[in-house]
């Protein structure tokens, strides 16, 4: 009889087809990268080994020279990664709220709390800084749409510090790559337990408007309301 996969195995045969999928889709966004990855552990490698000649350790540093140069190449292969997948989204409505969603920590996020007809939206985040209204789009437009928000959050939010984040290209923007790392060094304002109290406070306020969530197609726009039945 042939033994099931363990659980285990199966996680590793997943996290193999992961890679191999996330390989494929860099080395169409970014051709150079998988090659720049296999010449930093290569050369990682290359240098552990030389290392082992030069003190006659040799024997002891080929497998550390083919774990650090796995580790090395898994490192720029994330980072890799990462700056492909923000080049495919940037510049699409909701690219900003799928960077919220996947950072780390004790962050609450809250897609598209307002927007209009434009697809231009503010994603409302909150977390050890406060609260966070981020918006996407031109900011001749987003202006207004974080006002009205931010005065409509301020009353529940009442004495916690409120900041907004306009995400795009135009000068005054933070670049949709540049986010996560710019929401990392707002000041800590909060305790988790304020946070967790905080967030409780605002999801109970009604929604401005409903709007898609996540990244949308370019050139679409919010369907129009329906038309009041006439007798």
Known sequence: MSKKPTDGAQERVGRFKQIRMVAGLLKQADPKAL?????AALATLVVVILIGLL?????????????AA???GMIIFGQRAQKA???MIAGQPGAAAAILKNMRGNWSVTEAVAGNRNLDMVHRVVGRPGVVLVSEGPRNRVGQLLG???KRLSR??????????QVG???????VDRLQRH??????????????????????????MPMPKGPVPRGARMPKGPKPKTR
């Open 169 to 175: 290209d135009e000068e005054g923007q933070i670049p």
């Open 35 to 39: 090659p720049i990855v296999f010449g």
């Open 148 to 150: 009205a928000e931010k």
């Open 183 to 208: 929401l990392m060094k707002l000041p800590r304002n909060l305790t988790k337990g304020q946070v967790a109290e905080l967030n409780d406070r605002l999801q109970a306020l009604p929604r401005a």
């Open 85 to 87: 997948q923000y080049k």
């Open 156 to 165: 529940a939010a009442q004495q916690v510090p409120i900041y907004d984040v």
């Open 55 to 67: 003190i006659d350790q040799l024997w002891f540093f080929i497998p550390l020279g083919v774990l």
């Open 70 to 72: 796995f580790a090395v």
